[in-house]
């Protein structure tokens, strides 16, 4: 008997063709989209690893402020495993471009080739394989620095700069504007000029915990420190963000990516319960003969969830075939274009089109097999009557106006579960919309406030003692990375500590009690940890291993890092320093400064300019985002109005052979549709706002900067406007759809 009843089958999905076209259009494009790019991630976290393992990548570094000699050689011998020096000289590259050079490397950090060779002669130079795209360079080409020349012997990727960041630790990639490049040691010796930094790279003995390496690295930092050696610089491995970054971005886009597809999965999956509890209702009476003749409820409810997971199983499986054919290019692109990666072949992997095809697969039966177990626990004499309503009886709600607006009400309260999928699939597909629109002038406002909320125009960080500059036009500070203890979303967040002196000029509205341990922290700083005003914050200082206590006093105004500013000789007796220590000037002036003393050189103008490429980034992300959730919306209200009035199909026959001119007729039931949309696009602003603040706070959370989520009022709108077009154009499908009803129907009713 199953197979008789399965007949009907082709006939449902030939006869709503593109209601259900609709919903596996949805599935079939997140699919996709997502399966490439678990496909592409696996096999690039793949050769991430094998570039290190190839590369001889380092465990760690230490920057010296001059070369080391025998007493530090000694130490480095005795606390690690191998090193090799591995200096640097900074190269000024057209405008606002660095390339950063290095000498061939013969044991740590190898290069990988992707065209050409390493240099081996003075005028040669291989530089790094994504800025070279940026650029448009290739091998042959002359990169010119004042009167040298320099030809590209290759393109290559240092595995300890698999992300390109001038600063490490910056939110900003700079493949565009920053470089590492390789020359042959007669080639690097001949840029005699140039300002030198001295780092080491080093290997464990064996491998270690993070804790453990950590511990290793205070060793060497304290017994340099010890022979008054000064170490300016140093990070391990798994805190270098040069080497951690593309690791750390792959795994937080997969919770992302999960996250949307049971999110759209769990959309569709509804729509799916809307369309089957309205055809059981429909069908009760067939349904109740069924089981007067002997079919099993067991039998019905596989017949009914035979459609929604016909349509599903085709989705993933043609979605996981686009996936696996072309659709990856796309993903490996846009790895390739944001990060220097060693070559590595594209392996194709069962992970990606395994949890994909579970997941939408899994939730689609399970949530519409528990409703259709729900919908069909009634007799077959209830089937026959039509009487599905559950447990006791309900009290007509008295609905008062005109015909016409109580006739509207009542089709409001008919269609309440209809209404309430709908407002869920509006959020849902808002807030995609809202991501989309609002990065970019999110992102343009954390670059503004990075040159506009800086304490001075200027800001420098010395590697040691440094001449000596005139106070009246300068600020001395005592600066500090350090951790907090507390995490945010599993990781310690880095914080920049600045002590600043009494009476600073560039910091007279701060009231800074001399010795006191409090301080003023910026909005990030009390976001991320959930602090307020009052509060103490327990900080660590992995070089010195020393752990302190902050009272957070106020707000600073430097809202685009997370940094806190306290009293210098407070913050220098924590650190073990003498009371007049400094290492840093804030300045509304360019100050020369010998470039060989200097750690770092912050100029937010600079910062900016570094900060163009990912806007470009985002442009292209925007025409993706807003089709993808034009298309979701679309699917929504289409499928969902359109349930509506195949529900109301007799009723609006009724009207016609009553009398109703077409016009009332669809006043009755597309105004109703339109006011709660209307009204849903509203409501939808402030949750969406709530919603996006804490996607925000979720993507951005393995940045140490802090994106404040604040997005322009005007931007609501977009949604809204969107919305209620994409509305309208249904509308206009549904209007053509009512015209088409035969009164025929409601006739053979009446005779029935």
Known sequence: MKRTINKRIKRELFSNFWKYFAIFMIIFASVGGISS?????????????????????????????????????EILEKNVGSYEKQFFKELEYK????????????????????????????????????????????????????????????????????????????????????????????GFASLEDVVTSYTYAYRLKTMLSEKEQSEKFSTIFEQLSEKNIPVVDGIIKPLNSNISYVKDD?????????????????????????????????????????????????????????????????????????????????????????????????????????????????????INYLVLVNKLKFSPLQFLRKDLKKYGKKTASRVYG???????????????????????????????????????????????????????????????????IDTNKVDQFTYYQVESKDEFFGKNLSISIFGVPQNAKFFKSYELKKNKIEGYASEGVFVKLKAKIGDEIELYDKYKGRNFKVKLVGKNNYTATLAIYMDQTALNIIMGEKEEFYNGYFSDEKLNIDKDMLLSEVNGNDIKKIGEQMLIYFKNLLPIVTSVAGAIYFVVIYVLSNLIIDRSSLSICYLKIFGYTKKEIENIYLDVTTWIIFIFQILAIPVMRIL???????????FDGYIAPNIPWMINFVPFFAGLCIYFAVRWLQMKKIQKKDMSEALKEIAS
């Open 37 to 73: 790019f678990f496909i592409v991630q696996k096999s690039v976290k793949q050769g991430y690893e094998d570039s290190h393992k190839i590369g001889n990548v380092e465990d760690g570094q230490i920057s010296v402020a001059f070369p080391l000699e025998k007493e530090g050689l």
């Open 95 to 186: 405008k606002d471009k660095t390339i950063r050079v290095f000498e061939n490397r013969e044991h740590i950090n190898l290069p990988g080739v992707f065209e050409g060779k390493l240099p081996d002669k003075e005028n040669e130079i291989a530089i790094d394989r994504c800025f070279a795209e940026q650029n448009k360079l290739k091998t042959g080409d002359e990169i010119q620095w004042k009167e040298k020349k320099f030809v590209i012997s290759g393109l290559v990727a240092l595995p300890d700069y698999s992300c390109l960041q001038k600063s490490r630790g910056s939110l900003l990639i700079s493949n565009t504007n920053f470089c590492v490049a390789l020359m042959s040691k007669e």
């Open 250 to 366: 792959m795994s937080g886009d997969v919770p992302m990516m999960y996250t949307l597809l049971c999110l759209i999965t769990l959309v569709m999956a509804f729509i799916f319960t809307v369309i089957v509890k309205s055809t059981i209702e429909d069908e009760s009476p067939m349904i109740g003969t069924l089981l007067a003749l002997g079919y099993r409820k067991g039998e019905i409810i596989h017949h009914y969830l035979m459609i929604p997971m016909i349509v599903t199983i085709t989705a993933v499986i043609l979605g996981n075939f686009m996936a696996y054919g072309f659709m990856k290019q796309f993903y490996l692109r846009a790895y390739y274009d944001n990060f220097s990666l060693f070559p590595f072949e594209l392996e194709e992997n069962a992970y990606a089109g395994f949890f994909t095809s579970l997941i939408p697969i899994v939730l689609v039966f399970v």
């Open 402 to 468: 005109s015909f016409f607006q109580r006739y509207r009400m009542r089709v409001a309260l008919s269609n309440k579960m209809l209404y309430g999928v709908m407002f869920i699939g509006i959020i849902l597909v808002n807030l995609l919309l809202m991501f989309g629109l609002s990065f970019r002038p999110i992102f343009q406002t954390y670059l503004d406030q990075i040159g506009e909320n800086m304490p001075a125009k200027y800001q420098y960080i010395f590697r040691g003692p440094t001449t000596e």
């Open 692 to 702: 996006f603040k804490y996607c925000v706070l979720i993507s951005m959370s393995k």
